[in-house]
């Protein structure tokens, strides 16, 4: 099993920074992949950024150049730095660890079978 909490979420201004935490534990080994995935009100959770094992990322069009995902050389936690942001970044965020599939599907958001308890980012004013 693994285990994902995440951190940092909380109320911000349009065109200010937030950056998210998630610390894994457990089975970590099993892990090929970890991303960032958001769910607003009354829309479908999105896959927002990725980071495999060997540190290629990808990132949904809507955060790409303000978004950044990262991880500390342990590879146990996990970071997004989100600046520039926006009304429509309002959402709870999740941290969620992919295992058993390529990296090529954790990137397309496949074999997610582990998931934190989620943040909440709100951007308002």
């Known amino acids: 099993q693994v285990q994902l909490v995440e951190s940092g979420g909380g109320l911000v201004q349009p065109g200010g920074s937030l950056r998210l935490s998630c610390a894994a534990s457990?089975?970590?080994?099993?892990?090929?992949?970890m991303g960032w995935y958001r769910q607003a009100p009354g829309k479908q959770r999105e896959l927002v950024a990725v980071?495999?094992?060997?540190?290629?990322?990808n990132y949904a069009d809507s955060v790409k150049g303000r978004f950044t995902i990262s991880r500390d050389n342990a590879k146990t936690t996990v970071y997004l730095q989100m600046n520039s942001l926006k009304p429509e970044d309002t959402a709870v965020y999740y941290c969620?660890?992919?295992?058993?599939?390529?990296?090529?599907?954790?990137?397309?958001?496949?074999?997610?079978?582990?998931w934190g308890q989620g943040t909440q980012v709100t951007v308002s004013s």
């Open positions: 969620a660890a992919s295992q058993g599939v390529s990296s090529g599907q954790a990137m397309a958001g496949q074999g997610y079978d582990y």
């Open positions: 457990g089975s970590i080994f099993k892990i090929n992949a």
């Open positions: 980071i495999t094992v060997r540190g290629s990322t």
